[in-house]
Structures are given as structure tokens and as C-alpha cells.
């Protein structure tokens, strides 16, 4: 049976993990864990905040996920949109969907990335 998601991994170009590390570091305040040997060999980055992983990793025909993403929760998300935007990120908030409050976002790579809190 299904017990938890235990990572997520979006793609991205060869050659972006300074940029992804700077996001991923400065503007979503999670911090970088070492890779097993075999997939620090095919490039990428990981990184953990809590129980939140992302395994980012590299796809040599790269094009972002504009539609398909992971859907972090978050707490205080008022205050989590409001960093992403101070460190330049855009922030789309979203009403939609009951019972949760959401905006969306996009990695310097251009994936969409979905933050939410329950109401």
C-alpha cells in the first residue's frame, strides 16, 4: 500500500543546477543533500525541507512542465508568497479549489510549481 510520496522530481536543462541551487536554496529555503553516487553521475541536485524532497534532474531534451507539477504544502503561505516575491519570483494566487489556499510559481527552468495550505 501507498504510504507517502517520497520525492519529487522535476526536470531541467544540462547546465542549470547553479541557478536551480540558488532558487532552490535562497528563494525556497530547502537545503541541498548529497546524491548517491550513480545519480550525482547523470547530474542534477537534490534537496530536502522537512519531509518535502526534490530530486531535480537532468533530461538532455528538456522543455518545462507547464501543466504537470508537485503541490507542496506549505504554512503560513502569506508569508511564503510573499518571500518568493521579494527574491523576484512570481507568484499567480489561485481561489479554485475549496477548502485550500494556493498560488502557483515557476523554477528558473520554467516548471510550474504549486503551493498550498489548507484552509
Known sequence: ??????????????????????????????????????????????????????????????RPAKKAHPGLRVTDIESYAARLTAKGAQVTWDDTLPGRLRFYSQDPVGNRLEFLQPR
Not at 510520496?5 to 536554496?25: F, I, N
Not at 528563494?27 to 542534477?44: C, F, K, N, S
Request: glycine share 8%; hydrophobic share 45%; net charge negative.
Open 1 to 62: 500500500m501507498l504510504a507517502a510520496v517520497d520525492h519529487v522530481q522535476p526536470a531541467a536543462p544540462p547546465g542549470s543546477e547553479d541557478a536551480l541551487r540558488a532558487y532552490c536554496a535562497d528563494v525556497l529555503a530547502m537545503t541541498e543533500i548529497p546524491q548517491p553516487p550513480a545519480p550525482a553521475a547523470r547530474g542534477g541536485c537534490w534537496f530536502q525541507a522537512g519531509a518535502v524532497r526534490l530530486h531535480l534532474g537532468i533530461e538532455e531534451d528538456f
